[in-house]
Each structure stands twice: as structure tokens, then as C-alpha cells.
């Protein structure tokens, strides 16, 4: 029987290898049917979601524990034979110490790669103070060393509401010094913006997030990104289906968004 640290290794080894050229995208999956479903539509990496998942439990998706994530991180890691990125927000911890450990936990959950964001969840001051931000990058990539588990390091200015491209790429910069394997600035999506952001990091690999139709993989691919990852909009895709079907059922009592679903028997088929 092979081994969860052999499979680790292994996934890890390609997950790594996907960074080393070219584009591609590693859309995000809530739970495990829609992971394996994204596996089979032929995806080579996926990665998980926080919102997502936090609203399959019922939950906003600051509201979710540090067990949960890590028991969804090791539930999805097993139920694909691709490399799953973890999504572990701002690691469960503010000092870096915390962070190390949280991460190092993470790890060994079977995941390929693992997020951390600089992000406080303080509106009054979104973002961590940068040394501070660098520390815990810093710590975060300490304890994955030996792993082979990628670490991406992101700064989360352009959603918080602080867009400072100058000082996005600054934080950038001090997290690719400081260890961080894949650089992440969610929320740019200009041109110029995507270029700075992948000459400044070079020849480090760069994510960019697309929550929207504002570009496609070969425009992205073109500009030198490396990655690319969806967020929670697949799963606001579906929250959107089953939304209009619901309110038209409850406000008319009529069933025509129904007939956009697919078949019982294709769905059925996903899972043979």
C-alpha cells in the first residue's frame, strides 16, 4: 500500500513542476464532489476555496476554525490524485510563531501547496504592518522547508481596500526574499498592473485571481503568469443557479430554472 507521505511527495514533486513553466489554471473546488469532478474535466492542480466551503457549512467565510479547514484540507488532498492548494487565510494566527505552527500543520494534511495572506480582518487596518506581514511569510516558509510543499505568499491590498500597487509589490518583493515560492496579489486585474507585479517578482511564479470574465488563460499566459485560480466563484456560480431556481419556486411556484439542470444520470456518471 502506498504511503500518504509517498503520495505527498509525489504531488508535491509535480505541483512544483507545474510552476516551473507555462500557464495553468487550478480552479477551486468546496468539497469533495466538486474536486473530483475538476479532476476528471482534466485540471492538473486545483486549489481550495475558504469562501466556498464556509458557505457549504452555513457560514461566512471568516466564521470557519482552524480544524475545520485543516480536516477539509486533508478530506480533499485524499479525494483527487492531482495537487490541491490549501487556502489557509491568514494562517489562524498573527504572530509568526503561530503562524509556523499552523502552517506546519497544514502540511501535513497531504496538501501540494499552502496560502498565506497578509490580511488582519480589520477594516480599520486590513493589512498587517509590513514587517510584521514579511515575519510571518517568513516563518510560513521555514515550516514547509523540507517539505516540498509550495508556499504562496499573498497580499491582499487590492481587496481590502487598500489598492497600492506600489506598495503590493513592495510586500511582494520582501515575501519572494523571504522564502515565498509563488507570489499572489488578489484583485489586480489590469494589464500593467499583471506586468509590474510579474516583472517585479521574476523569476518567481505569480497567481492571478479571475472572478470575472475580464480576461482569458492565453491574454494571462501572454503577460508571464504563471498560475492562475478562480476563488469562490465557481461556487458563487452555483450558489447563483440554485438561488434563481429556489426564489422562482418560492415566488411563483412555477420550475423553469429546473430545466437548465443536467440529467440525474449524467450527474451519476461523474462519480462511476
Known amino acids: 500500500m502506498t504511503s500518504v507521505t509517498a503520495v505527498s511527495t509525489r504531488v508535491r514533486e509535480l505541483y512544483r513542476e507545474l510552476h516551473r513553466t507555462g500557464c495553468f489554471v487550478q480552479p477551486n473546488p468546496w468539497d469533495v464532489g466538486t474536486a473530483r469532478y475538476l479532476a476528471r474535466a482534466g485540471f492538473r492542480a486545483l486549489a481550495t476555496t475558504s469562501a466556498g466551503f464556509a458557505w ?15 480536516e477539509h484540507f486533508a478530506a480533499m488532498a485524499a479525494s483527487v490524485e492531482v495537487p490541491v492548494n490549501a487556502d489557509f487565510q491568514g494562517a489562524f494566527a498573527v504572530d509568526p510563531q503561530g503562524v509556523a505552527t499552523n502552517v506546519r500543520r497544514a502540511a501535513g494534511t497531504g496538501v501540494a501547496g499552502i496560502s498565506v495572506e ?26 514547509v522547508a523540507g517539505t516540498g510543499a509550495v508556499l504562496t505568499a499573498r497580499s491582499e491590498g487590492f481587496i481590502v481596500g487598500r489598492p497600492d500597487l506600489d506598495e503590493t509589490i513592495r510586500r511582494l518583493r520582501a515575501f519572494a526574499d523571504a522564502g515565498a515560492d509563488c507570489l499572489y496579489a488578489p484583485g489586480i486585474r489590469e494589464r500593467d498592473q499583471i506586468v509590474a507585479v510579474v516583472r517585479a517578482v521574476a523569476p518567481k511564479p505569480v497567481n492571478v485571481l479571475v472572478g470575472t470574465s475580464f480576461t482569458t488563460v492565453a491574454a494571462l499566459a501572454e503577460l508571464g503568469v504563471r498560475r492562475i485560480s478562480v476563488g469562490g466563484a465557481l461556487a458563487r456560480v452555483a450558489w447563483g443557479a440554485l438561488m434563481k431556481a429556489a426564489t422562482e419556486i418560492a415566488e411563483t411556484g412555477t420550475f423553469e430554472a429546473l430545466a437548465a439542470a443536467p440529467a440525474y444520470a449524467e450527474v451519476e456518471r461523474l462519480f462511476e
Not at 457549504?56 to 485543516?70: C, I, K, N, W, Y
Not at 497578509?118 to 510560513?140: C, K, M, Q, Y
Open 56 to 70: 457549504s457549512q452555513g457560514r461566512r467565510d471568516d466564521a470557519v476554525t482552524l480544524d475545520d479547514a485543516l
Open 118 to 143: 497578509d490580511s488582519t480582518g480589520n477594516a480599520a487596518a486590513p493589512l498587517h504592518e509590513f514587517s510584521l506581514a514579511v515575519e510571518r511569510v517568513r516563518a510560513a516558509c521555514e515550516a
